[in-house]
């Protein structure tokens, strides 16, 4: 009895079970930055999931946030990485359970965002604000447009259409700063992660924009998985990420990822965005977010 | 030579080691070149899949919102694989101009990427993303323009690089090429070289050991140098010169064994030594090389030793007599050995037996059974006289010894012989004369009847007128006579003392004239003979001889049957023996006597025999090359059985000669 035992065990350390009924794990990825280069940094931790699971594990990448909640249910998703609006959207929505989230080379989990103009802009408050350009990134993102919209709220203003010369929504976050940074809009909002990541590659993005608004820490993108997937499963992708960093292969992809680790996500963490949406006048489960 | 050897064949190695060692710079050389022509193709194809990919994102731009449209994902991997080609490119080119051209296109598609992305990701008014989308076809049309640029000067490199590789394929083959007809004639020199150091030497060896197993001993070859070759040759040269000199002694030695052999044969052939002495001197001569060979005999009467007047080379040939005691005390002090001397003079005591002025001399002596019959003096040899010499001489001298003494043995027992022949002649002639003595009882009846008839009738023919009645008588007369004549001449025939006569024997007429000579004898016996007489060739023989031991035969068989009998005569031919039989119905003789009837003296007739009549017989067949048996039984009768051959080749061949004259 002994000796099958081991022979099993032995037999599933070779040959990694395949999880029962699944033929392949679909990750949706938001376009937090350009979509190319998002995909290049999720592509090695796909591959180490596949290996670690013993199923394929495929990535797909939405060219708007907003889809993705649309987009879980249509295309059959197993989890997604979501930014912190997305990540309320479905679990509200579809009951998404968070999972982890990564924590980035400077040890945070969290991420700001910052609202910017280009120096000498003239545009130093929120009503210098009137009859500008501005670039959003979604409708659906709190760190590139909700809290502005609460900031706005806050300061009077409802109505964008008669505030703005121009307003539009660029799809990700550095596409906002490069918007501005292009004298395509005169304002811009994103992901304060992101923008600190331009400036560094861009000094000319440091030298040339200036940061009016700071948001609260909102949790940064956390990876839910869809809730009718089987416990175990849930489980052992929670486990595997988790330790990634303990592993020279997982230490690697973490690298490449942008990250240090995984840590634990619950839906505690979302405490400080339910404010800002709650300030900016959103009712999560009826928000129309095309 | 092995020097030699090992610096040709370095050489050599030398030479394939250099020669491989171009080829494998040029096939490195080569193999590099190809490699870069190679590459440059791998680069064109990397290039094609970049344009490939490229056209295929620019055609997904164009078709986005349409619905033609790609998936997202769709268009993500075009991008990706646009990315990886630029990747893949950048990754083998190092010149500077291309490097930076590379940096400029990778720059450029990370704007492209960047530009699709905004065009994908922004939501904003028709004119903005048409605008969005114009500046990314823009910046697709950019890339395609210097992606073809690049491809340009890719073409002219690789021409290039293509023209200088099968430049440089040319000449590395035409210096193989060279390098290999240049290896190969210098090792065919080297080897050729080698090949004729080598074999020159071999082949004039071999053409000196051919001449060797030719028969050419003692050839030398000239062949000379300072090689192993070189010691070779000078080690053939010691060894045929020493075969040549083996060889010479063993002709020598040959020479004298046949000369030894063919004297001392001679010896034994001979019954006069006198006969071979003067040959024999030149031969020891001859066989020692010597001038001078003189023999010294002893004289048994004076008791001196004598020269023979056989020699050779001696000036003076007077007799030289040396006495007795002289010669053996000279004997004795070299206590019989052979004297040697090379400086005769020094010898004390050999001066009696030197005759002055010889240069050396060698004596050996002639001596049989401690008696010394002479020596044999051998003297002025050119060289030194060796111990070789003397003991070739002493066998020689062993061999006349013998000789000498089988020489007078020999002349002893043909004395002897001589003597034995004719005791042997008187004692067969006293046999015949006492077979005569029996017969002549019988003769003197047989002849008795006739002349009483003769008697008769002449008394009668006194009276007689009738001349023809005196003549029928004188027939009669005539008649009886000469058969009293035949008888008396058989009588004398026979009696007569004569040597062996030979002629064609017919035995059955003997048979015949036998019993006519002891028909009376028989008769008066109340014998009564019976004669079978088959047909049997002629044989050569002497008819006396055989009539003696006829009528020998037949005597004994009447005086075997004193009571009278009957003696049965037969011959027959069994295959080449003639078969004659005397079958007696007599006493027959006693078994324990029976085999030595044929003794000589031995007889069973004290009274009237010699005892030599069946000793002589048996001799007599004998000398015919036949022989008697007899078979007994006493109270029966006595057979013998004479079987002689019908051609004795002893015989035959005297026959022959006598009748050749």
């Known amino acids: 009895m002994k000796v099958f035992l081991n022979l099993i065990i032995l037999l599933s350390i070779i040959f990694p079970p395949v999880v029962s009924g699944q033929e392949e794990i679909l990750i949706g990825l938001i376009p937090e930055e350009n979509i190319f280069r998002q995909m290049d940094r999720h592509r090695p931790l796909a591959s180490y999931l596949s290996r670690k699971l013993g199923v394929n594990v495929r990535l797909t990448i939405l060219s708007r946030y907003g889809d993705i909640v649309d987009s879980f249910v249509s295309r059959r998703m197993d989890g997604a990485f979501f930014g912190v609006f997305t990540s309320v959207l479905a679990m509200e929505r579809l009951g998404v359970e968070p999972v982890v989230r990564p924590v980035n080379l400077d040890g945070s989990s969290t991420s700001q965002a910052y609202i910017f103009v280009r120096k000498g802009s003239g545009i130093n408050g929120i009503r210098d604000m009137k009859g500008r350009r501005i670039a959003f990134v979604d409708r659906a993102t709190a760190t590139g447009y909700l809290y502005l919209i609460a900031l706005l709220r806050e300061n009077g203003i409802s109505n964008l259409d008669s505030f703005f010369r121009e307003y539009y929504f660029t799809g990700s976050h550095d596409a906002s700063v490069h918007a501005v940074m292009d004298n395509r809009a005169d304002i811009g909002i994103a992901k304060g992660r992101v923008f600190r990541k331009l400036s560094e590659k861009d000094p000319l993005i440091k030298n040339e924009l200036v940061i009016l608004f700071r948001s609260p820490e909102f949790p940064d993108t956390t990876l839910c998985l869809k809730k009718d997937m089987p416990e175990s499963l849930k489980k052992r992708i929670r486990d595997t990420l988790l330790n990634m960093d303990r592993d020279r292969d997982g230490v690697e992809v973490l690298k490449a990822l942008g990250a240090i680790r995984f840590m634990p996500a619950t839906r505690d963490d979302f405490k400080a965005f339910f404010d800002v949406a709650k300030k900016a006048g959103i009712d999560i489960r009826n928000y129309r977010y095309r | ?661």
């Open chain 2, 1 to 661: 030579m092995k020097k030699r050897l090992i610096l040709s064949l370095g050489l050599l190695f030398l030479l394939f080691s250099i020669g491989s060692l171009l080829s494998i710079v040029y096939s490195y050389k080569i193999t590099q070149d190809l490699k870069t022509v190679i590459n440059l193709h791998r680069v064109e194809i990397i290039r094609q899949n970049l344009v490939i990919n490229l056209q295929t994102v620019q055609s997904n731009l164009y078709t986005t919102g349409t619905v033609f449209g790609k998936e997202l994902d769709v268009i993500v991997d075009n991008v990706a694989a646009l990315d990886n080609s630029i990747r893949s490119c950048s990754g083998c080119h190092h010149s500077k101009e291309m490097t930076a051209r590379l940096k400029d296109i990778s720059s450029t598609i990370e704007q492209y990427e960047d530009a699709i992305s905004y065009l994908i990701t922004t939501t904003a008014n028709q004119e903005r993303i048409e605008r969005l989308k114009m500046v990314a076809v823009g910046i697709g049309d950019i890339l395609l323009h210097k992606t073809q640029e690049m491809s340009f000067i890719a073409n002219k490199r690789l021409n290039e690089k293509t023209l200088k590789a099968i430049d440089a394929i040319n000449k590395s083959r035409v210096i193989l090429f060279i390098t290999l007809i240049i290896a190969f004639f210098i090792a065919l020199l080297i080897a050729f070289a080698l090949t004729h150091q080598i074999t020159r030497p071999v082949s004039r060896l071999v053409k000196a050991a051919r001449a060797i197993a030719a028969g050419e001993i003692g050839y030398q070859t000239d062949y000379r140098d300072s090689t192993e070759f070189g010691e070779l040759a000078e080690s053939f040269n010691t060894m045929s010169l020493s075969l040549k000199e083996k060889q010479e002694r063993m002709l020598h030695y040959v020479k004298q064994l046949t000369g030894l052999y063919n004297m001392t044969l001679s010896f034994y052939r001979l019954k006069d030594m006198d006969e071979v002495f003067g040959r024999l001197c030149m031969e020891i001569a001859e066989l020692l090389d010597a001038n001078q060979v003189e023999l010294f005999l002893n004289d048994r009467k004076k008791g001196d030793f004598i020269s023979h007047q056989a020699a050779y080379g001696l000036k003076v040939r007077e007799p030289l007599s040396i006495p007795d005691n002289k010669v053996k005390s000279l004997f004795n002090l070299f206590r019989g050995e052979p004297i040697v001397s090379n400086d005769p003079d020094e010898i004390e005591g050999l001066s009696p037996i030197l005759r002055g002025g010889e240069k050396n001399i060698l004596v050996s002596w002639l001596s049989r059974k401690e008696r010394l019959l002479g020596f044999i003096k051998v003297a002025d040899k050119d060289e030194d006289f060796s111990e070789e010499d003397a003991r070739l001489l002493t066998i020689l001298s062993g061999h006349i010894a013998v000789a000498m003494e089988n020489s007078e043995l020999y002349k002893s027992l043909e004395r002897q012989m001589i003597e034995l022949r004719e005791a042997q002649e008187q004692l067969i002639q006293a046999a015949k004369l006492a077979a005569i003595g029996e017969l002549a009882a019988n003769v003197a009846h047989e002849i008795n009847n006739p002349l009483t008839s003769i008697i008769g009738f002449v008394e009668l023919m006194k009276e007689y007128d009738d001349i023809e009645l005196i003549k029928n008588r004188l027939e009669i007369i005539e008649h009886e006579s000469i058969r009293a004549r035949d008888i008396v001449r058989e009588l004398l025939n026979f009696a007569r003392k004569r040597p062996l006569q030979l002629s064609d024997v017919d035995i059955n007429s003997i048979l015949r004239e036998v019993s006519l000579l002891t028909g009376t004898q028989a008769k008066s016996a109340r014998v009564q003979i019976i004669e079978e007489y088959g047909e049997i060739p002629k044989m050569i023989g002497d008819p006396n001889q055989l009539k003696q031991v006829f009528v020998n035969l037949i005597n004994n068989a009447i005086h075997a049957m004193p009571e009278g009998g009957r003696l049965e005569i037969k011959t027959s031919r069994i295959d080449e023996e003639i078969s004659i039989i005397f079958k007696d119905t007599g006493t027959g003789i006693p078994a324990d006597i029976l085999p030595r009837i044929f003794e000589p003296f031995f007889t069973t007739k004290r009274e009237k025999g010699t005892g030599l009549g069946l000793s002589i017989s048996y001799r007599i067949i004998e000398d015919h090359g036949g022989r008697i048996d007899v078979e007994s039984e006493e109270g029966k009768g006595t057979t013998f059985i004479i079987r002689l051959p019908v051609i004795n080749p002893a015989f035959k061949e005297k026959f022959d000669r006598i009748k050749r004259g």
